[in-house]
């Protein structure tokens, strides 16, 4: 299994950035996908954005499109999701996962994700 640690959350203004790092560990070929959710208090897990670690496809739910980026550095195992232009609507946990099945093809589905951080906190005042 993967291990993965994410880190970077905390307090900002609206219209201010954070940036998140995922650190992975123990990663095979297998781990074909990195992802980013996020889960508010009292909602559903949400996706939001995905890169593989081969090539350079990324995706990205509409609440990501044109505000946040993804990016990877294969030598040093890591994920970044850059977060730019908070709202408070984007204040959740965030989680970075890893897809280690092997599987040809990226997905949003939670559920395809059998290695998770432990979140970290972003919060986005008004």
């Known amino acids: 299994q993967v291990k993965l640690v994410d880190s970077g959350g905390g307090l900002v203004q609206a219209g201010g950035s954070l940036r998140l790092s995922c650190a992975a560990s123990?990663?095979?070929?297998?781990?074909?996908?990195m992802a980013w959710f996020r889960q508010a208090p009292g909602k559903e897990r949400e996706f939001v954005g995905l890169?593989?670690?081969?090539?350079?496809?990324?995706y990205f739910a509409e609440l990501a499109k044109g505000r946040f980026k993804i990016s990877r550095d294969n030598a040093k195992n890591t994920v970044t999701l850059q977060l730019n232009n908070l709202k408070p609507e984007d204040t959740a946990v965030y989680y970075c996962a890893a897809d280690g099945s092997g599987r040809d093809y990226p997905t949003a589905d939670p559920t395809a994700y059998d290695s998770w951080g432990q979140g970290t906190q972003v919060t986005v005042s008004s």
């Open positions: 123990g990663r095979t070929v297998s781990t074909t996908t």
């Open positions: 890169i593989r670690w081969s090539g350079t496809s990324t």
